[in-house]
C-alpha cells in the first residue's frame, strides 16, 4: 500500500493478522522490504501483524533530492509517520543493518512509540564509534564506509549495466544470499536513483565520526549478533550493554552470517517473539 507523508510516498507492505500487535520492520542497506520475506510468515503465523515499508530512498515515491534528506532523524521521522498513518500509537520495533541504526535511534529518542526493540547485526551507534576510535579490529571492519561514501562509488556499482553490483551482492553476501534473493536486490539498486539515494544514508550520516545522537535506551532491547559478521567487533558488541538501561539481552549466533533475516529467519522470528512476549 502507498502511505503519503507530506512530499513523499511510502510503498509499504502491512500483513498478517489485522487485530495482531504491530511490528515494524525496517530493513537496511544495500537491501529493500523483500529482506523480511522469509521472517514475516512466522510472525504472521504467531499472530503478529508486520508493517514493513521501502525506506526513503528505496520508494520511487520517496527519493528526495540532497544528501541531507537522508539524515537518520528524517529516517526515523518517516518511521513514526507511517504509523500515524496506520493508526498505530506504539510498535515492536525491529531493524537489520541500517534499519537497525534507525531502530536504535527510535527507541533513545521515542521510546513512547517503542514497546520493544529487536536490534539485528549492528550495535548501539554509540559502541560502534567508540570501537571503532580505539580498536583497529573494528577499523578494520569499517573501510568498506569509506568507500562507500565516495565519489562515484555509485557509478562503479552499476558499470556493464549492473553486473559489478550483482559480483559485489555475491561477495558481500558471503555465499549466504541464494540466486533469488540477489536478483531481487539488484533489480532495486539498478532502478533510476535507488543506489544513489541508498548511499546517501551513509554520506549524510558520518558513522565513523560526528556524534549522531544516540541516546540511552531504556525499552527492553535484544541485540542480535553474529559472530561470523566482518562489519562489527567484539568490542562494539560488548559496549552496547552500557548503552541499553532497559531489560537487555544479548544473542550471538556463532554460524549465522550478517544477513541474519535472509540466511535464518526462524531464529530471528524466535527472538522477536520472545521480546514481545515478555514484555511489559
Known amino acids: 500500500?502507498?502511505?503519503?507523508?507530506?512530499?513523499?510516498?511510502?510503498?509499504?507492505?502491512?500483513?498478517g493478522p489485522?487485530?495482531?500487535?504491530?511490528?515494524?520492520?525496517?530493513?537496511?542497506?544495500?537491501?529493500?522490504?523483500?529482506s523480511w520475506t522469509e521472517t514475516k510468515p512466522l510472525l504472521h503465523t504467531a499472530g503478529l501483524r508486520t508493517i514493513a515499508p521501502d525506506q526513503r530512498g528505496y520508494s520511487d515515491g520517496a527519493r528526495p533530492d540532497g544528501v541531507e534528506a537522508y539524515r537518520i532523524q528524517h529516517l526515523a521521522a518517516d518511521a513514526l509517520g507511517i504509523l500515524d498513518a496506520l493508526g498505530i500509537t506504539t510498535a515492536h520495533v525491529v531493524g537489520h543493518d541500517w534499519g537497525a541504526a534507525v531502530a536504535w535511534y527510535l527507541a533513545a529518542h521515542h521510546p513512547d512509540r517503542v514497546r520493544t526493540l529487536t536490534a539485528l547485526a549492528i550495535?548501539?551507534?554509540?559502541?560502534?564509534?567508540y570501537a571503532y576510535r580505539v580498536d583497529e579490529e573494528q577499523q578494520h571492519s569499517s573501510q568498506y564506509v569509506e568507500f562507500l561514501v565516495s565519489e562515484g562509488a555509485a557509478a562503479h556499482f552499476l558499470a556493464d549495466d549492473g553486473a559489478q553490483l550483482h559480483a559485489w551482492f555475491t561477495q558481500v553476501g558471503e555465499g549466504v544470499l541464494t540466486d533469488a534473493q540477489i536478483a531481487r536486490y539488484v533489480t532495486t539498486h539498478t532502478r533510476p536513483g535507488v543506489l544513489d539515494a541508498a548511499l546517501n544514508w551513509y554520506r549524510a550520516n558520518n558513522l565513523l565520526g560526528d556524534d549522531l545522537g544516540f541516546g540511552p535506551v531504556t525499552v527492553p532491547t535484544t541485540f542480535v549478533y553474529s559472530r561470523t559478521d566482518t562489519a562489527v567487533s567484539e568490542l562494539a558488541v560488548e559496549k552496547t550493554a552500557d548503552h541499553v538501561t532497559g531489560p537487555y539481552r544479548l544473542v550471538t549466533l556463532e554460524k549465522t552470517s550478517h544477513w541474519q533475516p535472509?540466511?535464518?529467519?526462524?531464529?530471528?522470528?524466535?527472538?522477536?517473539?520472545?521480546l514481545v512476549r515478555t514484555a511489559p
Open 123 to 129: 550495535p548501539h551507534l554509540a559502541a560502534y564509534q
Open 1 to 15: 500500500m502507498d502511505i503519503t507523508l507530506g512530499d513523499l510516498v511510502f510503498d509499504v507492505d502491512v500483513s
Open 262 to 274: 535472509q540466511q535464518d529467519p526462524d531464529t530471528v522470528a524466535a527472538e522477536i517473539l520472545r
Open 18 to 34: 489485522a487485530d495482531g500487535a504491530p511490528v515494524l520492520l525496517l530493513h537496511g542497506f544495500p537491501h529493500n522490504k523483500e
